[in-house]
């Protein structure tokens, strides 16, 4: 029944920028944390960044300063915009959600995994140096 839709991922060169987008649908998205998620080959999915339903958000170390996350309520649509962009950066990108109600937190991303149950299907992100 939840459906999330991630689209505008692409290849670029070391610097540039990407927005993604993430279109949720088939659940009651004002009460659900969104995250995003990447996974490069042979490594492990790791969070990237989250937002909760009061629009607090948090990131992995190596995105401060670079990657803003956002939500358009009224729109049932997360956001990802990428900012000098690295070739390390370079992964499939999932977004995510997990119903936090009206008050809860995000889960904390070094352990939020297993905590998101709802997945789309990816979008590939291709940084050239």
């Known amino acids: 029944q939840v459906q999330l839709l991630e689209s505008g991922g692409g290849s670029v060169q070391a610097g540039g920028s990407l927005r993604l987008s993430c279109a949720a649908s088939?659940?009651?998205?004002?009460?659900?944390?969104m995250a995003w998620f990447r996974q490069a080959p042979g490594k492990e999915r790791e969070g990237v960044a989250s937002?909760?339903?009061?629009?607090?958000?948090t990131y992995t170390a190596s995105v401060k300063g670079r990657f803003t996350i956002s939500r358009d309520n009224d729109r049932n649509t997360l956001y990802l915009q990428m900012n000098d962009l690295e070739p390390e950066d370079t992964a499939m990108y999932y977004c995510?959600?997990?119903?936090?109600?009206?008050?809860?937190?995000?889960?904390?991303?070094?352990?939020?995994?297993?905590?998101?149950?709802?997945w789309g299907q990816g979008t590939q992100v291709s940084v050239s140096s």
């Open positions: 937002i909760g339903v009061d629009g607090t958000s």
């Open positions: 995510a959600a997990v119903y936090t109600g009206s008050h809860d937190p995000c889960p904390p991303l070094y352990r939020s995994l297993s905590a998101f149950p709802d």
């Open positions: 088939g659940f009651t998205y004002i009460y659900y944390c």
